[in-house]
């Protein structure tokens, strides 16, 4: 079994909005199949919703250590990775490419990874998440700006 830079003996904890609905299950499927454990905090269909009701439990439950890392998606990604980072201590990170998902872990210690379903397919959005889940934090330089971001 691969290392990870989470730990996967958490759930994943992973939500959308209805734009994103389609692309949560079949992320939920490929994170299932790698034999991780999901949270699945809704939306359960494609029938309008409100993103925050679905970003903030996502965000709390990484907050307070109850899930490995997160997952959110929504149409541009916009909305839920401006809801899960008003909670202190997470960092999402909107990524639509590979190299974004391995900058956003590297350079950022991101926490949550944040998925516009309108732009990418999901074919990189699983790529994006083996990269969110096997890229190490670098920390050095890095550490200093990460330890930056919190409001005191």
């Not at 992320?27 to 029938?47: C, F, N, P, Q, W």
């Not at 190299?99 to 210690?109: G, K, M």
């Amino acid at each position: 079994m691969q290392q990870h830079t989470f730990n996967t003996a958490l759930p994943v904890a992973i939500g959308s909005d209805h734009a994103g609905f389609e692309y949560k299950e079949e992320v939920i499927s490929y994170l299932e199949s790698k034999g991780l454990t999901v949270k699945d905090y809704g939306t359960h269909s494609k029938d309008s919703v409100d993103y925050p009701d679905y970003a903030h439990p996502v965000a709390t439950a990484v907050e307070r250590e109850q899930a490995a890392f997160g997952i959110l998606i929504c149409g541009s990604a916009n909305g839920v990775a401006i809801t899960a980072n008003k909670h202190q201590g997470i960092r999402a990170a909107i990524c639509w490419g590979e190299e974004l998902a391995r900058l956003a872990r590297s350079h950022n210690n991101a926490n949550i990874l944040c998925i516009p379903a309108r732009f990418v397919d999901v074919a990189v959005a699983n790529q994006m998440v083996d990269i969110f889940l096997d890229t190490p934090f670098e920390g050095g330089r890095h550490q200093n700006r990460v330890s930056k971001m919190a409001c005191l």
